[in-house]
């Protein structure tokens, strides 16, 4: 990802009026609302979401270091892969994506499905 291409998103994010923070190389988005995001084809990495809403990607990469701490659901249609990095941190809510739906739905005492998650993608992914 660019500088051009963050400074892109980050005029997207405007756009929608969805706010968000820089804390050095981490974008996170904020607010009280959903991002809907579903019409783009990318988004940089480094992107934590924590806004109070859903998040609803479609048809790209999770890029390095995107962090999902939303209160809301994910939906993640036609997701294409997962790099580096990636992490669940929105306990008590879904996450539906191709065929991950199963894995929420997965009960083990003391362990949450986003830890199940997260160690799947870090042993597949590193």
């Known amino acids: 990802m660019t500088e051009e291409e963050l400074k892109s998103f980050k005029s997207l994010l405007d756009i929608r009026k969805y706010p968000y923070e820089e804390e050095g190389e981490i974008l ?3 607010g009280h609302s959903n991002v809907d995001l579903q019409d783009i084809n990318y988004i940089p990495k480094n992107v934590c979401f924590s806004n109070e ?3 609803h990607l479609e048809k790209l990469i999770l890029p390095e270091n995107t962090v999902f701490r939303n209160e809301g659901n994910i939906y993640l249609n ?17 996450l539906y994506a191709n065929d991950f739906f199963f894995l929420t739905t997965v009960t083990i005492p003391e362990i949450s ?11 597949i992914y590193g």
Do not use: A, H, P
């Open 28 to 30: 996170i988005i904020t």
């Open 53 to 55: 809403g859903f998040v």
């Open 78 to 94: 036609d997701l294409i892969g997962l790099s580096k990095g990636v992490r669940f941190e929105n306990y008590n809510y879904f």
């Open 113 to 123: 499905s986003q830890r199940i998650i997260n160690c799947y993608i870090k042993q």
